[in-house]
Each structure stands twice: as structure tokens, then as C-alpha cells.
């Protein structure tokens, strides 16, 4: 058998391999999102019982800094 017999072989292989993987893949995909999440499950995030709230974000107000070492200067005049 000659070398292009080889790697067409290859190729062929790969591809098929390639297409099955993906199948599985689209169906554990689909098997996830079918799962609802439970309330088994401890974390604090899927507590939505209270208004909603950004968990690791500070929401940011322009001309108020939260660091008390940078203050805007004042003008006394």
C-alpha cells in the first residue's frame, strides 16, 4: 500500500471520529440542559428569594470613589 492509500485511510478515520465525538457531545449537551437545577444544591447564587443582586461586582457610580484614600481635591477659595 502506498503512502496516499495510508493517509486517506487516516483522513477517513479522523473524519468519521471526528463526526462521532461530536454526536456524543450534542447529546450530553442536550442531557445537561434537560436537568433542572434543584435546590439540593448549596449555593448561594440560585437563591433568588430576595431582589437580585451582583454576587462579585461593585456597581460603579460615576464621581463616587469607594477608596477613602483617593478623595477629590477640594476647592476652598
Same mark, same amino acid.
Request: glycine share 10%.
Given at each position: 500500500?502506498?503512502? @496516499?492509500? @495510508?493517509?486517506?485511510?487516516?483522513?477517513?478515520?479522523?473524519?468519521?471520529?471526528?463526526?462521532? @465525538?461530536?454526536?456524543?457531545?450534542? #447529546?450530553?449537551? %442536550?442531557?445537561r440542559d434537560k436537568? %433542572? =437545577?434543584?435546590?439540593?444544591r448549596s449555593d448561594e447564587t440560585?437563591?433568588?428569594?430576595? =431582589?437580585?443582586?451582583?454576587? #462579585?461586582?461593585?456597581?460603579?457610580?460615576?464621581?463616587? &470613589? &469607594?477608596?477613602?484614600?483617593?478623595? =477629590?481635591?477640594?476647592?476652598?477659595?
Amino acid at each position: 500500500m502506498d503512502i @496516499i492509500g @495510508i493517509l486517506a485511510y487516516v483522513i477517513l478515520f479522523t473524519t468519521i471520529g471526528t463526526m462521532v @465525538i461530536g454526536v456524543f457531545a450534542y #447529546f450530553a449537551f %442536550k442531557l445537561r440542559d434537560k436537568r %433542572k =437545577p434543584g435546590k439540593n444544591r448549596s449555593d448561594e447564587t440560585m437563591d433568588v428569594g430576595g =431582589p437580585l443582586e451582583p454576587v #462579585f461586582l461593585e456597581r460603579y457610580v460615576p464621581g463616587v &470613589t &469607594t477608596d477613602l484614600a483617593v478623595q =477629590p481635591a477640594t476647592d476652598d477659595r
